[in-house]
Nanobody, 123 residues
Framework: QVQLVESGGGLVQAGGSLRLSCATS????????MGWYRQAPGKQRELVAS???????NYADSVKGRFTISRDNAKNTVYLQMNSLEPEDTAVYYC?????????????????WGQGTQVTVSS
């Protein structure tokens, strides 16, 4: 069974930085896209940043220039460096990955989420 485990959340003052990590475990054949999403109280979950297996990235307009997504394919881990944090960045941050697993001699695609990590930015 594949698990995604986030770490690195916490409480920080506005203008500060945090680095989130998401490690995957399990017998994964390969990971395609990985991404970070967030959900603030009373709001829908939204994409923060994503990265392909080749390293192409995509960011929400609200975080461009402040956040950087990266991945270590050897470790099946994705990171989110968050700088110049604002109170509006306060949310639960979730890691997502879509990947291939060997199933009965064939490869099948799956999608999984982490349990979430709280990021709180005080003003």
């Amino acid at each position: 069974q594949v698990q995604l485990v986030e770490s690195g959340g916490g409480l920080v003052q506005a203008g500060g930085s945090l680095r989130l990590s998401c490690a995957t475990s399990g017998s994964i054949f390969s990971i395609n896209n990985m991404g970070w999403y967030r959900q603030a109280p009373g709001k829908q979950r939204e994409l923060v940043a994503s990265i392909t297996s080749g390293g192409s990235t995509n960011y929400a307009d609200s975080v461009k220039g402040r956040f950087t997504i990266s991945r270590d394919n050897a470790k099946n881990t994705v990171y989110l460096q968050m700088n110049s944090l604002e109170p509006e960045d306060t949310a639960v941050y979730y890691c997502n990955a879509d990947y291939l697993l060997g199933v009965l001699g064939s490869l099948a695609e799956f999608d999984s989420w982490g349990q979430g990590t709280q990021v709180t930015v005080s003003s």
